[in-house]
């Protein structure tokens, strides 16, 4: 593993970003809550590359997590327009932001969100299985996510069997074996001691250096400091966006 | 998504709630089992009734005064009460004018003073023989061959001798180690002599046919009184092809013996083998009817569990669904899921139903001595109505289950 100075400093290098992967453009957001009709985005334009790893920020209240609901094909804008890898998502019916959330988007989540009676195989099998593919194949896959981050002696523990930072390299491995276009992760570290919280994140920086397109959600300074580019909300708005100093 | 995928997983979800999941085919498998015990038991007496047992030969008709099966209608029971004996000299003068038609012609009178016991020295039969008064047409009538001894002549009926057939029971009881011919046997405090023994028959109906024993029905009329005796009469058609001629004119004569004029309703029952397993048919078909109603209700109540317990499922795993649609369940995987736990569960406790109902149905059947069977039919009608409670059952907790809010579902705890 590389240790966090290392990536810190010296191997910080910004691959070239590659072809568009989201576009957004003036979306905005309304939420019903009983009488009163909330403005959780109040159009927010956001274009984002393959090969980037971004941080979105901002305090609770900004949009942040509407902003990644929305980019992980859970829930579709009131207004504006998004497209993921030049489809028109904004429009899409259930079924079909499914698809895209199993074949394109590979969500890592703050509580980890594995199955508990299942296997670390399993879990990291279920988006294969959804994606109709065959039990070999996907055993494969699912065997080669696992050893990729670390796990490949622990294939059969249950989660409850497992360390926080295990579970979440099993959610990570999850979110790669469908060779997602973005890695989607909300608090990723929140529930992690700093120590392992730091490994996961070098294991972002590793995913990140392979190839990937990485959008952390997180409300930590010290976690968005690892992203080249930091995107911050308030209030429904996009504050600021730019690399990170 | 492959559907064996989504079974194995309805099977690995049923098997963390074991115990919920027995208890909630439990109620399937009682609607099941009451239905399929019933019909499997039908089902078994009707194939004995049909194929092994005739109370009567083949081409036998009977005149009685009282019909076979169930009269639930008061005023014709009454009608029927009204209705003279059929006494022996008339049975005696029917006799006569079948002559022409058919010579076998058999006469019983019945014994219905209580339990039976037949005595030989010091030895003593169980009470319970069936003893009947008749002729020498007896055995051709009922089936009943000679195993050793003779049959009656029509003078030992003529001259009212004090004789006695007696069946294999009997025989074993009474005569262990000795003949039986010519011996001395007390039935109902009169002596007669045996002049001949039943082969061994066997039971229809859990009752023995080796407990028979007959005397001439003159010596019967005379030693136990002939008052509130009804004689039924049974006879053959010489065959096949003239047995509806022969009922005809058994009809007319029966008519002239009991001095009816013409447009006089007939004062008496006939039956045949037909009509007895038409009468089994009936009781059959409303002991058939009362199972499926009662089997239904249960089926109902168990359809409730059944959903009621999805629900609570779908409630407690909101957040498993919610992973599950986060990385890429479509609506149709989680609503197959969900609708096809609900049919195994349906399924299983029907199977279990099924098995446990054909077993006790089968045991009812070999305790009454009817072939073993397995009712394929209704079998199949069980699983196919159990996969539609199951579907019944299910379809709405498993489209709850599919709408789900992934957002919602993700952020339960």
């Known amino acids: 593993m590389i240790p966090p100075t290392v990536s810190r400093s010296a191997a910080r290098a910004v691959r070239p970003p590659g072809a568009l992967v989201i576009e957004i453009e003036g979306v905005t957001k309304l939420y019903k809550m009983g009488t009163e009709i909330i403005h959780a985005l109040r159009g927010v334009s956001l274009n984002i590359r393959r090969n980037e790893y971004l941080a979105i920020m901002g305090p609770s209240g900004s949009g942040k997590s509407t902003m990644m609901n929305m980019l992980g094909c859970l829930d579709t804008p009131t207004a504006g327009r998004y497209e993921f890898s030049g489809k028109n998502v904004a429009h899409m019916i259930d079924d079909e932001l499914a698809e895209i959330r199993n074949r394109e988007i590979g969500f890592v989540f703050q509580t980890f969100n594995l199955l508990p009676r299942s296997d670390a195989l399993h879990n990291v099998e279920l988006p294969l299985i959804y994606a109709g593919m065959s039990p070999h194949d996907r055993r494969e896959r699912a065997l080669l996510a696992l050893n990729n981050v670390g796990l490949g002696d622990r294939i059969h523990h249950r989660p409850n069997e497992l360390s926080g930072g295990q579970r979440q390299r099993v959610a990570i491995a999850r979110a790669l074996v469908n060779n997602p276009s973005i890695i989607l992760a909300d608090e990723p570290t929140g529930n992690l001691d700093s120590r392992t919280g730091e490994e996961i994140m070098a294991l972002f920086e590793q995913l990140y250096e392979q190839g990937n397109t990485i959008i952390v959600v997180t409300h930590e300074e010290d976690i968005a400091r690892h992203a080249r580019r930091v995107v911050r909300l308030r209030d429904g708005l996009i504050e600021s966006d730019g690399p990170i100093d | ?413």
């Open chain 2, 1 to 413: 998504m492959l559907l064996n995928e989504i079974l194995r997983m309805a099977f690995a979800s049923l098997g963390v709630n074991k115990l919920r999941s027995m208890l909630t085919m439990a109620g399937i498998t009682i609607g099941v089992f009451s239905v399929i015990g019933v019909m499997t038991t039908v089902s078994a007496l009707r194939g004995s009734i049909e194929s092994g047992l005739s109370f009567l030969g083949s081409n036998i008709f009977q005149f009685s005064k009282y019909p076979t099966g169930i009269t639930n209608d008061g005023n014709s029971r009454r009608k029927i009460e009204a209705r003279r004996n059929v006494t022996l000299a008339q049975a005696q003068r029917y006799q006569q004018l079948m002559e022409g038609v058919t010579d076998v012609v058999c006469l019983k009178a019945p014994y219905r003073d209580g339990p039976l016991q037949a005595t030989y020295q010091n030895r003593k039969t169980e009470p319970g023989l069936n003893m009947i008064g008749t002729n020498e047409h007896f055995l051709a009538a009922n089936q009943f061959t000679i195993d050793i001894g003779r049959n009656f002549n029509p003078e030992d009926i003529d001259l009212g001798r004090p004789i006695t057939i007696i069946g294999a029971n009997i025989v074993k009881k009474l005569f262990p180690s000795e003949s039986p011919l010519g011996k001395l046997v007390k039935l109902g405090g009169r002596t007669y002599t045996v002049v001949g023994t039943f082969a061994e028959k066997g039971s229809t109906f859990g009752q023995s046919q080796d407990d028979m024993v007959i005397v001439p029905i003159t010596r019967y009329l005379s030693d136990y009184g002939s008052a509130n005796v009804s004689i039924n009469i049974a006879t053959e058609a010489p065959d096949q092809q003239h047995y509806n001629e022969a009922v005809d004119k058994a009809i007319t004569a029966m008519r002239i013996v009991r001095g009816l004029k013409a447009g006089d309703d007939n004062d008496f029952e006939i039956y045949s083998n037909d009509s007895l397993i038409a009468a089994f048919a009936k009781v059959a078909d409303a002991v058939r009817a009362g199972a499926l109603v009662i089997s239904g209700i249960a089926l109902m109540a168990a359809s409730v569990g059944i959903m009621n317990i999805m629900l609570v499922s779908v409630t407690e795993r909101t957040k498993e669904i919610g992973i599950r649609k986060s990385i890429g369940a479509r609506r149709q995987s989680i609503l197959l899921q969900f609708l096809i736990e609900a049919v195994v569960i349906s399924l299983a406790g029907g199977v279990a139903g099924i098995f446990l109902g054909v077993a006790a149905g089968n045991g009812l059947a070999v305790w009454m001595k009817a072939e073993i069977v397995f009712p394929w039919d209704w079998a199949a009608i069980g699983l196919i109505v159990c996969t539609v409670i199951g579907v019944g059952a299910g379809l709405y907790p498993a489209i709850k289950a599919s709408r789900l809010d992934p957002i919602e579902s993700l952020r339960f705890e």
